[in-house]
């Protein structure tokens, strides 16, 4: 059965510095890993999509990687903003058509 | 990219009525779509998956009977909670895909609060 797990659970950090959240996984036969940002009381929005024959992905200050054969998955956010402070989950999913597997999330704060 | 909406955003109910929430892709055809529940301070977690025109396949553990989900159109997904109890308060979100589920367009979520 496959588990997602995120460290750390909450992080906090001041505006402008570089920081990393991480992402393992059980069972390293996915098809892809996702990056969710979720504001509170909001619904999910799609950071990055990196696919299982893909080592990283980048958008902007944001930047994902892969490594199927660890099981881990980072997600490096540059130059931080008071405006990044939200949930971040990472999901997982094993085949085309199977469902995604969330991880439990960091919720992040940047202070001004 | 694709928009997903959901109606209503929030909902407060006397316990043992019954709520309906509408899941709509606004701008493409979802052929699939996600049901997922959150409770505060926990991840998503799959409800069900329902195909246009056929039964929505239900996860281990939830009660098809008392979460029913309708997918009648390639626009329009909807779960009824029925008889509801204080404990199905959460945080309901779905998510349509038009790809078989490759990606997932995320609708803003309804809260739901059982009195």
């Known amino acids: 059965k496959q588990e997602v797990t995120q460290i750390p659970a909450a992080l906090s950090v001041p505006e402008g510095e570089n920081l990393v959240l991480n992402c393992s996984f059980t069972d390293s036969a996915i098809y892809n890993l996702q990056w969710f940002r979720q504001d509170p009381g909001k619904g999910l929005t799609s950071l990055l999509l990196?696919?299982?024959?893909?080592r990283e992905q980048t958008s902007g200050r944001l930047n994902a990687s892969l490594d199927k054969s660890s099981g881990r998955s980072t997600l490096y956010i540059a130059a931080s903003q008071p405006g990044d402070s939200a949930t971040y989950l990472c999901?997982?999913?094993?085949?085309?058509?199977?469902?995604?597997?969330f991880g439990t999330g960091t919720l992040l704060a940047v202070q001004p | 990219g694709a928009v997903v909406s959901q109606h209503p955003s929030w909902v407060i109910c006397k316990s043992g009525t019954s709520v309906k929430i509408e899941c709509r892709s606004l701008?493409?055809?979802?052929?699939?779509m996600f049901w997922y529940r959150q409770f505060p301070k926990q991840s998503l977690m799959l409800m069900a998956t329902s195909n246009e025109g056929s039964k929505a396949t239900y996860e281990q553990g939830v009660e098809k009977d008392k979460f029913l989900i309708n997918h009648a159109s390639l626009t329009l997904s909807t779960l009824t909670v029925t008889s509801a109890h204080p404990e199905d308060s959460s945080f309901y979100i779905c998510s349509a895909s038009n790809l078989q589920g490759v990606k997932e367009y995320f609708g803003p979520g309804t809260r739901l609060l059982v009195l």
């Open positions: 990196i696919q299982s024959s893909q």
């Open positions: 999901a997982v999913r094993r085949g085309a058509t199977n469902k995604l597997i």
């Open positions: 701008d493409f055809q979802a052929t699939t």
